[in-house]
Antibody
Framework: QVQLQQWGAGLLKPSETLSLTCAVY????????WSWVRQPPGKGLEWIGD???????KYIPSLKSRVNISIDTSKSHFSLKLRSVTAADTALYFC??????????WGQGTRVTVSS | QSVLTQPPSTSGTPGQRVTISCSGS????????VYWYQQFPGVAPKVLIR???QRPSGVPDRFSGSTSGTSASLAISGLRSEDEADYHC???????????FGGGTKLTVL
């Protein structure tokens, strides 16, 4: 059974950089897209972007100037960095495996709060 | 404001059939597959319907999906208390070049 386990800082001050990492267990990192999805409190899901094993990335246009997703295939890890965070970036962040259009395996989620 | 529009909430009684709508546009639902996810409080979503109307193994046949033009629907028949959850629709958007989700619908089983 594929498992995604994520970690990173949960409390940030405005203007700091959000940094999360996700490890993939019991599955190949090739052949899939590795995504980050977030969910603000009480709101719907928002796709942030994803990366494949070759390092090809795609980001949501509204965050493209602040976001970077990277991958370390040797460790089966992928990471999210979001610069210059504000309160609007407060959300539950999930790492997710995507196969074509389906987000099929999800991490446990990391609650990130941005507050001064 | 989500690109795909869902009702914030709906409810039903055990045994009843409920439907949840997801309204989009020609650039998303009108030209790409729709996926539905079920999410219980505090945990990650799980795929319920893939490619408009296909159920992954393990999903009861009480759940069904359909599309018509730029809208999609999730139907749940024989409603059970354990169906109480949030439901999200998703699709690729050709204009935004992004995956887009609905705002989610909270289903309450009365």
């Amino acid at each position: 059974q594929v498992q995604l386990q994520q970690w990173g800082a949960g409390l940030l001050k405005p203007s700091e950089t959000l940094s999360l990492t996700c490890a993939v267990y019991n599955g190949s990192i090739s052949g899939y897209f590795w995504s980050w999805v977030r969910q603000p409190p009480g709101k719907g899901l928002e796709w942030i972007g994803d990366i494949n094993h070759r390092g090809i990335t795609k980001y949501i246009p509204s965050l493209k100037s602040r976001v970077n997703i990277s991958i370390d295939t040797s460790k089966s890890h992928f990471s999210l960095k979001l610069r210059s965070v504000t309160a609007a970036d407060t959300a539950l962040y999930f790492c997710v495996r995507r196969l074509f259009g389906e987000f099929d395996y999800w991490g446990q989620g990391t609650r990130v709060t941005v507050s001064s | 404001q989500s690109v795909l529009t869902q009702p914030p909430s709906t409810s039903g009684t055990p045994g009843q059939r409920v439907t949840i709508s997801c309204s989009g546009s020609a650039s998303n639902i009108g030209s790409n597959y729709v996926y539905w996810y079920q999410q219980f409080p505090g945990v990650a979503p799980k795929v319920l319907i893939r490619r408009n109307d296909q159920r992954p193994s393990g999903v009861p046949d009480r759940f069904s999906g359909s599309t018509s033009g730029t809208s999609a629907s999730l139907a749940i028949s024989g409603l059970r208390s354990e169906d109480e959850a949030d439901y999200h629709c998703a699709a690729w958007d050709d204009s935004l070049n992004s995956w887009v989700f609905g705002g989610g619908t909270k289903l309450t089983v009365l």
